[in-house]
């Protein structure tokens, strides 16, 4: 069913999350696709004031709402615009207070099964590499015919 | 260290709430603490479009963000006012799609050690038994003298 | 598809367990399924020195393998006997270091779905009501016709 | 307190868990740490009857007590012999089914933490590059003075 190549461009999968999701970028477009590779795929989250906790930190919400934004993006570019992926399980661990900064989530997708795709991110303030959080996820694919 | 009767009644634990984090009442207060007890505790989200992914569903994200504060704040209920502590990991399953209502978290303590808390929340829609999402999430614990 | 009543008595479920996976038993039978209701199951695993740390701790792998045998034996209990439901995720956390004593496997049924199952154990040493370890996991459920 | 570089050498590490774990060779050695790197380790678990389930795949218990230990092995490299070092929580997505060859733990240490430490292990098996099974794992180390 999934090739380990994306199969849609990165302005074709920009263009669906605008018009599918377009409640993710209320008060300010913060999300951008900037890469998808073979089952990887790279998206970036502004720093914006509304992912913030007191001290400047972004708060865990705003970074599991990245990490799970990010890797449903990368299963759709690889299987294509499918509205209907459910997100069935996520895992978070939380490394380090990110700084007040952008946020960089690298994906890598671990299978992209015919009902499951898995994948993890690593979450990384933009222009460092420490993990600031790692996250795996479950999605369930629809049947399509 | 950390009893198993709360030591903060449900009016100091919702006034820590607002005076250390104000960001979560961002665009109408949804969140409400609705009943603390020997390990457990009970928070309210309430229905409102932020919260919302198309086809009138909860968004994951908002689930997410519920579970995280609903453990922390019975965490806080338990161990005193301690603005630190810091979650360090989060599991999630998602089981069904939640109504446009608001949602209910029960949370449980597993674990209320010197050094590290452990609980479980489950989320169900007002008014109803079916849980939608299951977290479970540990918690760092600063040293206190 | 899946009742919330299980559908197979103690005995069936037992004499099923013995015939598909006799490699549990290996060195001895430690595993029994004490009880079976309404989304719920309860598996006892005695004690025995293969499943020993030193320091006489019963070793984190066997409580995961009691967790995900247990849950297993709950869902089966409840779809009848599917031997080719696989576990896809789990998830632990480790409370307390264990007695030298049988360990109970309390379990919770959190979704019954056409694709897949999920839920919840608390592990405990036998005669205690501490948690010793918590685990969730999610089972995909083989198509039937 | 920790290094991004490991302290121990490979027959270090291989002596000191002979030493304190000895039970994980009970029925024949099938653990091997093969590789030590900055971060990194590789864990081999050689192909035993022990591990299998009816259909000659290896048993999912057999993937988590290999990467709970790799993943106790890579820590144990870059912090010293710490025999106290206790697993805190894991997290395991089963990808695919193994085939009945020997399999390779891959893990790559998130944080070195003074009380926590995180990583990630990809299993495959030998030769293979797919993933059969992921797993993070978080461990609370002992204060030492």
Chains 1, 2, 3, 4 share one sequence.
Do not use: W
């Not at 449903?72 to 299987?79: G, S």
């Not at 991110?121 to 993990?131: F, L, M, T």
Request: hydrophobic residues 45%; charged residues 20%; neutral net charge.
């Amino acid at each position: 069913m999934a090739s380990h190549h994306p199969i849609m461009t990165l302005d074709e999968l920009t263009a669906f999350l605008d018009r599918e999701f377009p409640q993710i970028h209320l008060g300010g477009r913060t999300y951008f696709v900037d890469e998808i590779g073979p089952l990887t795929a790279r998206m970036r989250m502004d720093y914006h004031e509304r992912h913030l906790r007191p001290g400047g930190t972004i708060s865990g919400p705003a970074m599991m709402a990245l990490a799970d934004l990010a890797l449903y993006a990368a299963i759709l570019a690889h299987i294509g615009p499918v509205a209907l992926a459910v997100t069935t399980s996520l895992n978070f661990n939380f490394l380090r207070k990110p700084e007040p900064r952008a946020l960089v989530a690298h994906c890598r997708l671990l299978k992209l099964g015919k009902r499951l795709a898995v994948g993890e991110v690593s979450i990384s303030s933009e222009g460092s590499a420490d993990v600031v959080c790692h996250a795996t996820g479950t999605y369930s694919i629809p049947d399509r015919r």
